[in-house]
């Protein structure tokens, strides 16, 4: 078998396997990811859970990174870094929004009909001016 052959029908495999019936498809209005964002936002700086439960797929072997620490699943993020973290006063905000990258990652996964988040990675400590200290 020539190797264009086993490429092509690998990805044709790979194409059928992935492909979600049309009701299953995640609809793509980043209006909706922003306003999850918000509602994390607000949660963030509150120190409320709810909206964490809310918006975040809670999974086994799920793992959450936040101010440079590993959150093992989800309620170890917000009973262990959310509520906590609200009494600094943190004041958090999204700016340069776009769905596909960013400073600080959220991941999305369309599952049951809605959006939930699977992975985060961000941090709040101030960012380091680069001189020793």
Known sequence: MRPST???????????????PES??????AA????MLEDIRVGGEQ????PFYSHFLDWEGARYFEGGGENLGLRDLVENHVEP????GL????SNVQTHRGHGTYLF???DGEWRVV???SASSPVRDGSAG
């Open 6 to 20: 086993v490429s092509i029908g690998l990805v044709a495999l790979l194409t059928i396997g992935c492909a979600a």
């Open 85 to 88: 973290e609200a009494e600094l």
């Open 109 to 111: 996964r369309w599952t």
């Open 24 to 29: 299953e498809t995640a609809p793509q209005d």
């Open 91 to 94: 004041r958090l905000g999204f």
């Open 32 to 35: 909706v990811l922003e306003a």
């Open 47 to 50: 120190g409320a859970g709810d």
């Open 119 to 121: 992975h985060t990675q």
